[in-house]
């Protein structure tokens, strides 16, 4: 019986939450840091220009770092969210889409989702017929990633 296209779910195991977490780590929250740091450089070489240089640029760098932090605590909400819920839905279909962003995440759309994947992944994704995803529903955070290539006969 194939349940190609029909959504499954299961109880999130510990193995799991260890899988998961490795994905919201050190790398997860560069972005923000980075942008702070830079933020504070910025504020110590830019204090001797003119007052207009001086807003405009505190203004846009302080705007980057204000923006990478609420979109990677609003991500890691949600993400906080999936362990206390401790539900894991499970997608099986074809790849519609596997892509790396700027910043060196990979994701794939599939069944009409948008899926954070390991970036170890990316290669045998983009020649994969069939995937059997793994994620956690409100992050979207694929925890396993089962490949099939060829026919599948």
């Known amino acids: 019986m194939s349940t190609l296209g029909q959504d499954r779910s299961r109880a999130l195991a510990e193995d799991d939450r260890t899988d998961a ?35 405009t640029c505190l203004l846009l760098i302080g705007g ?40 060196g995440r990979c994701y794939m759309k599939i069944s009409g989702r948008k899926l954070r ?9 983009r020649e994969a017929n069939n995937v059997r995803i793994e994620f956690l529903p409100e992050s979207r955070i694929a925890i396993r990633v089962n490949i099939a290539r060829g026919l599948g006969i």
Not at 81 to 92: P, T
């Open 21 to 55: 977490k490795a994905l919201i780590g050190r790398q997860f929250w560069a972005a923000p840091v980075i942008f702070t740091a830079g933020y504070f450089v910025i504020v110590w070489f830019v204090l001797d220009l003119d007052f207009l240089v001086e807003v």
């Open 117 to 125: 994947v390991a970036n170890e992944y990316y290669n045998e994704l």
């Open 64 to 103: 980057l770092a204000a923006a990478a932090w609420v979109n990677c605590v609003r991500q890691y909400r949600k993400f906080a969210l999936d362990m206390a819920g401790g539900l894991v839905q499970i997608v099986e279909g074809a790849p519609e889409r596997v892509y790396m962003t700027r910043f």
